[in-house]
């Protein structure tokens, strides 16, 4: 007979509770998902195909085609945020670093620079705790190829890349274990801050470079296209496999206004098509939608004969702009992959793993329940919660017989009245 560890009872213990609360809130974390894993078999197969590609890409092996991402869509409670967690923790076994950002009014999906600093301050960096950016700097050697390969391809193929960057990068290398403040703030500056143009030239002209670098101002929005491509290719150079970005909750593309949501499919289209003017970057995305967006927005808006118009008629606007958007109500109509209902079998087999995480997180042995009825209406976080409530309420009181009902949540697509911000467009 085999005993029991006290403190490796008490750990699993633990960790059995943590994925317990966050299944009955509704938040997803690393122990829910490693503990129920997903039934989306073949969604996961693309996924794994991506980041073989993305991976290819880090490695500075071309591919025969651009970054791609994959658009998701299921209605609310449907497991869409229990899948993006699964698929991170894949991402970071494999290496990736990976971010995710919820968009809202605090990031909106037309802001690429707000959607950018997001994504650098959420990045988890495999095994590392700190800063993302600073692990990712961290692990640069720059006597290794491939820190001569990123040089090589900002020479080259990567010469669009904002020459602040470009010199930045070559300061770091020249005062790393050095000026330490000053190192800061080109970290900073890779991931969204400020750096004054003037300081920048100083630097320059004091270390003999300033000729070889043309030290410009551009807007914001323009910077952090070319951070993009400029930071991805750093974890590269660190020794990562590549950046993972999931974009959740993109259905609230439908609160802005029409030339909001027209600079949104613009946005849409190049996260998951790979960015227009690199598609080679180490960059794949997942993103997220509500499955009635195409038939509230799209079609009940008349979204795709208006925003074309309206694109069109634009003073400052551009045909570049107008094929993007256009591209990204194409994709959210007609390449969704949209998350079915779970099948009995399925329910079968989460019922179970969740009957076990209760009764290890609790200590206790749990009758069955009923929760509520079986239909295709219903949605997997209906049937979790029904579950797990009516196996608290037996622990409380095991002579109590729970009853569930359950009601669909409507997400509001309606229009919000907000000003079309014209000068943050990067078009």
């Avoid at 991805?232 to 609230?252: H, K, M, P, Q, T």
């Amino acid at each position: 007979m085999t005993l029991l560890d006290p403190g490796d009872v008490q750990r699993r213990t633990v960790t059995a509770l943590r994925a317990l609360e966050a299944l009955r809130a509704g938040v997803p974390n690393r122990e829910s998902v490693l503990h129920l894993g997903t039934m989306q078999a073949q969604l996961v197969d693309k996924y794994l195909a991506n980041l073989e590609l993305t991976a290819r890409r880090a490695n500075w092996e071309p591919t025969d085609r651009a970054s791609a991402g994959l658009l998701i869509s299921g209605g609310f409670g449907s497991g869409k945020s229990h899948l993006l967690e699964y698929l991170a923790q894949r991402a970071l076994q494999q290496n990736f670093v990976v971010s995710r950002v919820v968009i809202s009014k605090e990031t909106p999906l037309y802001n690429l620079a707000a959607v950018y600093r997001a994504a650098i301050n959420d990045a988890r960096v495999p095994g590392r705790p700190g800063s993302a950016i600073t692990e990712i700097a961290t692990g640069l050697q720059t006597d290794s190829l491939r820190f001569a390969q990123l040089y090589r391809w900002l020479a080259t193929d990567g010469s669009f890349v904002d020459h602040r960057l470009t010199s930045t990068l070559r300061m770091f290398e020249q005062f790393a274990g050095g000026d330490e403040e000053f190192v800061d703030k080109i970290l900073q500056f890779w991931a969204g801050d400020q750096f004054a143009v003037a300081e920048i030239r100083r630097r320059l002209r004091e270390a003999g470079w300033l000729s070889e670098y043309n030290i410009r101002s551009t807007r914001e929005d323009v910077l952090c296209r070319d951070r993009l491509s400029f930071v991805s290719r750093l974890i590269g150079a660190a020794g990562y496999s590549g950046w993972v970005i999931l974009l959740d909750e993109v259905e609230l593309i439908g609160r802005y206004s029409l030339l909001q949501r027209g600079r949104a499919y613009a946005e849409l289209a190049q996260w998951l098509q790979g960015a227009s003017h690199d598609p080679q970057a180490p960059v794949t995305t997942v993103l997220t939608t509500v499955d009635d967006f195409e038939s509230e927005v799209l079609v009940a808006r008349n979204d795709l004969e208006k925003i074309p118009v309206r694109l069109a008629a634009m003073a400052q606007g551009s045909p570049q702009l107008l094929e993007l958007a256009k591209r990204g109500m194409e994709l959210l109509r007609d390449h969704q992959i949209r998350l079915d209902p779970p099948t009995n079998e399925e329910l079968d087999v989460t019922y179970r793993a969740i009957k076990a995480l209760h009764g290890e997180a609790l200590q206790w042995d749990p009758p069955d329940v009923h929760g509520i009825e079986r239909l295709p209406s219903n949605r997997m976080r209906q049937y979790v919660r029904s579950w797990i409530n009516e196996w608290d309420l037996i622990y409380l009181d095991p002579s109590y017989t729970p009853f569930t009902l359950s009601t669909d949540v409507k997400v509001d697509l309606r229009e919000s009245i907000q000003a079309e911000d014209e000068p943050t467009s990067p078009w």
